[in-house]
């Protein structure tokens, strides 16, 4: 059975789109790191990181699969945005 675009429900998108954003923000966060536009890339984060958060409690009556889509979201922007892997020498 071919899977139509119209089947899909729109808050499941929403769903995905919040989370692509909130990869972007921390991605954007961690690339303006030392610039003139640190400020505003962690504060991009800081409101990706609450829509995220806010979207994972409000999937988890999607079913677990979808709470932890988000919750792995969550780790990810986290990872992204803190852990250095540069080497210190």
Do not use: K
């Not at 808050?11 to 991605?27: D, E, M, R």
């Not at 790191?33 to 609450?50: D, F, K, M, N, V």
């Not at 829509?51 to 780790?75: H, K, N």
């Amino acid at each position: 059975m071919a899977l139509n675009a119209l089947t899909i429900s729109p808050l499941i998108c929403a769903l995905g789109a919040v989370q692509i954003f909130g990869i972007v923000a921390a991605s954007i966060a961690r690339l303006t790191e030392g610039t003139s536009h640190e400020r505003s890339g962690q504060w991009l984060c800081l409101i990706a990181l609450a829509a995220v958060g806010i979207f994972c409690g409000a999937a988890l009556q999607y079913g677990p699969d979808a709470g932890a889509a988000c919750a792995v979201t969550l780790a990810l922007m986290t990872m992204i945005a803190v852990v250095d892997f540069r080497s210190a020498a």
